[in-house]
């Protein structure tokens, strides 16, 4: 069996944990927050890493557990999910020639970004990890802590959801 640690299994994952905060709690700094008080708990826990069938379905439930829980307590001090956005480069390479090519298309990706972030949080947290991220279902299913059939559900859902929304916009320019 594989000796874990820190520096080289769980340290690597802080962007992949900051992925799955973000799509959850649509805040950079509270993302922040939460990659780090999911690290010091994986931390905490380093004497039973061995027992682990997965450290990274661990720390990646570890981070939405946190997040969920932040939200629960944003909820309930009665703040706005529309008072945040997130921000940040798109890190994608312009494939438009010309810039107004290259404007559409930023204007898109926002326009999807945004339709993600009002998906409903596990089936955002279903896409972002099989979308983005590249887990398996039994992995998500894993993290989420729902079944395989679940997982398939949440992300073909969200992907119609998407699709139709977008399609309404692209169509009508609602």
Known sequence: MKK???RNDILPMKDILFRLAMRITLSREEAEDI????LIKVWNRRNSWDTLESVEAFSLTICRNLALDRMRLRDNQNASLDETTPQGGDNQADTASTPYEQTVQRERVTIVRTLIDSLPEKQRSCMQLRDIEGKT???IAAVLDITEDQVKVNIFRARQTIKQQFQKYDNYGL
Do not use: N, P, R
């Open 4 to 6: 874990i640690s820190f």
């Open 35 to 38: 990659v780090q008080d999911t």
């Open 137 to 139: 279902y039994k992995e």
